[in-house]
């Protein structure tokens, strides 16, 4: 019976490894499809910048109840898996609660700090379930953006649904086997009793060994298969910024947040026209390509790895005045969007040996509409908000570079503006010499 169970266990982790390369390859491969961007400066602040905001959750404080329910959800994921471990050896060889001779009376205070922490981890899913569906949090209703209808709001609530099935599975495992213990049924070896499920022992206490061994097994089954088909799901899911989140923040922009990233063919040119460089004769002309962004293969692998660490938290968007003023423009769904295309040309691929076909498809027009563009006022206030230092706004600045610099396509006033920048060297319709005219009557 062992060995059926080992050669079960050894096929549903196999199945599972082979799933989740083969998805974290399509990934990847989406996120190389864009621009080369040099983020190997400055390791030391790099790596700082990632252990306070990814590994030690410093944005999510912003809102402190919020913030702590979040990080024990955050560390009971971390630190349960330990235990997990411990589950996946024991299918692998056969055994039961591997560690407990070795560990001794320690293993039973792990085994009860494990269980705090799956408590823990149930009731806050409870709350945020109740917020969502009950209280209903302005930034998390559909019915408020529209982002978020049909599959992202489902995602979200399968999921906290799924971590409370698997939290209540461990409680019940435990509890199943702390009461074979005690009745001396082999294999079950005597760790002792633990605190949170040994209030579910009353309710199991009548049951005879079969079935407290069958529960147990099922509940052992249902926790392990859970977690194998969680690490999967979150892949397709929002909840891929459980991974994504260290190397996004360790890779994100170290430049002032109000800093703009000039296009360096454009500055070159400039300051070759108001004298402050001299052109080289011998150089051959650069070969630009496009100004600006049209679609996920113009920006750069970093705004890619953003789409896919996006925590559709909604942050950016109720912070965003253009949104609270109730223009077009949503930061979150910037976001999403730009991951929908990726989803898109992912699936393109995997369907042409790898390659992608062209579509007739594009981020700007099919997927992010002009008008959402045209409303930001580039504030940062969304890249402030973001908790794993993701910037909307920089996707926003290059689709909107080659909306106006490849399309002509700038609002009347815009140009107006643009042209008296040219000549005036001001957003201003009056001559440089009359610019401080305001000053004459000041005594």
């Not at 599972?16 to 399509?26: P, S």
């Not at 411990?86 to 609660?97: A, K, M, P, Q, S």
């Not at 660490?309 to 077009?328: D, F, L, M, V």
């Not at 973001?386 to 689709?399: F, G, W």
């Amino acid at each position: 019976m062992h060995l059926i169970q080992q050669l079960l266990f050894a096929v549903a982790l196999g199945i599972t490894a082979w799933l989740m390369a083969k998805r974290v390859g399509i990934i990847k491969k989406t996120i190389q499809l864009g621009k080369a961007d040099d983020r190997t400066d400055h390791p030391d602040q790099r790596l700082s910048t990632m252990l306070r905001v990814a590994f030690g959750q410093k944005k999510m404080f912003d809102k402190p109840v919020v913030g702590i329910m979040h990080f024990v959800i955050y560390a009971g994921f971390l630190l349960i898996n330990l235990e997990v471990l411990e589950i996946v050896l024991d299918g692998l060889f056969g055994t039961h609660r591997l560690f407990a001779p070795y560990l001794g009376s320690f293993y039973t205070v792990l085994i009860n700090f494990f269980e705090f922490l799956a408590f823990g981890v149930l009731v806050v899913c409870i709350v945020f379930l109740i917020r969502r569906n009950i209280l209903k949090v302005a930034r998390l209703q559909p019915s408020r953006h529209r982002e978020l209808n049909g599959w992202p709001a489902l995602d979200a609530n399968s999921i906290l649904l799924i971590e409370s099935v698997l939290m209540i599975a461990i409680l019940s495992m435990n509890a199943a086997d702390s009461i074979l213990q005690k009745r001396g049924v082999e294999h079950y070896y005597p760790a002792g009793d633990f605190l949170f499920s040994s209030l579910l022992q009353p309710i199991f206490s009548g049951m005879s060994d079969g079935a407290l061994i069958a529960l147990e097994r099922g509940a052992w089954w249902a926790h392990i298969l859970g977690i194998f088909a969680f690490a999967i799901y979150v892949t397709y899911s929002k909840h891929l910024h459980i991974f994504l989140a260290f190397p996004n923040t360790y890779f994100a922009n170290l430049t002032p947040k109000g800093e703009m990233h000039n296009m360096p063919e454009v500055t070159k040119e400039v300051k070759i026209m108001l004298g402050l460089e001299q052109p080289d004769n011998n150089e051959a002309p650069a070969e630009i390509g496009r100004f600006g962004a049209k679609d996920v293969t113009d920006l750069s692998w970093k705004n890619l790895m953003d789409a896919y660490s996006c925590t559709e938290c909604g942050r950016c968007t109720s912070a965003c005045p253009a949104n609270i003023t109730g223009k077009a423009l949503s930061p979150r769904k910037i976001m999403m969007d730009t991951r929908d295309r990726l989803e898109d040309i992912g699936k393109n691929m995997q369907a042409n040996g790898g390659e992608f076909k062209e579509d007739g498809k594009s981020l700007l027009g099919d997927y992010i509409k002009e008008e959402e563009i045209l409303a930001c006022t580039t504030c940062n206030a969304c890249v402030q908000e973001c908790p794993v230092l993701i910037s909307p706004l920089d996707i926003i600045l290059q689709l909107r570079r080659y909306k106006i610099m490849e399309e002509a396509q700038a609002p009347a006033s815009w140009n107006m503006m643009f042209g008296n920048l040219e000549n005036n060297q001001a957003p201003w319709k009056f001559s440089p010499s009359d610019r401080f005219n305001w000053a004459d009557n000041i005594k």
